[in-house]
């Protein structure tokens, strides 16, 4: 049994539920959570889930910060809900509903930069995809059907995460390296936003083979920054989905590289 102390300790970004009077509970509070299947993607491995509370806010009492997360922990990882605000990437909602969380995205990108200072990996999911690309200069279509109409459903709301398609690997990329002995590549798809252009310093691994969407990326540099469009904690082997365990193995072999390289102590 591996003892606790020598577990890995990853940080998985928060969810945030704003004040809403129509709440039947903590109306007038803010709520921050985390969906229980990115706990236990993570925690299937073997390492420790964190969520990352946000040290902003009306509460703050202001003596915890980002850094202190970073330094803390072995990695991050960004999940997926809401909305990305197309302020965060210098554009205007085309509709209201589209607006985002632009508190969620403030919190998010400062936990990337901190992750990165401090020469943690950091993976994305879903909207954790789309905030890395803004986070480093790139852009989103606030919508595919109505930006790209020619585009498959993404999204469907009443099937969710039993919406799929296929995946297709970019040859020679660190993901086609990665999940090279997949039988299956087929994927879920919950998404209604997407990559429009690619961030300065990533290169796309991987595409929906129908429409080219962009479905997984990666930082060049030396900082290990990769994501995915769509969720590896909801495939199950019984849905013929593709085996996602080769990039939770990788991620967390890029943290236990990182503590080992700072010396950092369990």
């Known amino acids: 049994m591996t003892e606790p102390a020598s577990r890995l300790k990853i940080g998985i970004s928060a969810c945030f539920l704003h004040p809403d009077p129509a709440r039947s509970v903590f109306a007038k509070k803010t709520?921050?959570?985390?969906?229980?299947?990115?706990?236990?993607?993570?925690?299937?491995?073997?390492?420790l889930a964190v969520m990352i509370p946000s040290p902003a806010g009306e509460a703050a009492p202001g003596e915890v910060h980002f850094d202190d997360y970073a330094h803390w922990l072995d990695g991050l990882v960004?999940?997926?809900?809401?909305?990305?605000?197309?302020?965060?990437?210098?554009e205007q909602p085309l509709q209201a509903h589209w607006s985002g969380d632009r508190i969620r995205d403030e919190y998010e990108q400062a936990l990337v930069k901190a992750f990165v200072a401090a020469g943690k990996p950091v993976f994305g999911v879903c909207r954790g995809l789309q905030l890395i690309n803004v986070a480093f200069g790139g852009t989103l279509y606030q919508d595919i059907g109505t930006q790209r109409p020619e585009a498959l459903v993404h999204r469907n709301a009443e099937s969710y995460d039993y919406n799929f398609h296929q995946l297709e690997l970019v040859p020679h990329t660190r993901l086609a390296e990665l999940l090279a002995?997949?039988?299956?590549?087929?994927?879920?798809?919950?998404?209604?936003?997407?990559?429009?252009?690619?961030?300065?310093?990533?290169?796309?691994?991987?595409?929906?083979?129908?429409?080219?969407?962009?479905?997984?990326?990666?930082?060049?540099?030396?900082?290990?920054?990769?994501?995915?469009?769509?969720?590896p904690e909801f495939h199950r082997p019984e849905l013929g989905t593709l085996d996602d365990s080769p990039l939770l193995h990788d991620f967390l072999a890029a943290a236990q590289a990182a503590r080992t390289q700072t010396g950092q102590t369990p």
């Not at 709520?31 to 390492?47: C, I, N, P, R």
């Not at 960004?78 to 210098?90: I, K």
């Not at 961030?199 to 994501?227: K, L, N, Q, S």
């Open 31 to 47: 709520l921050q959570y985390l969906e229980q299947s990115m706990a236990h993607w993570v925690m299937a491995a073997g390492a």
């Open 78 to 90: 960004l999940h997926g809900g809401a909305d990305v605000w197309p302020g965060s990437y210098g």
């Open 181 to 231: 002995g997949a039988s299956s590549h087929k994927i879920n798809s919950i998404h209604h936003q997407g990559i429009k252009d690619l961030a300065p310093g990533f290169v796309v691994e991987a595409r929906c083979p129908d429409d080219g969407m962009i479905e997984a990326i990666r930082h060049t540099g030396a900082a290990y920054v990769a994501a995915v469009q769509w969720h």
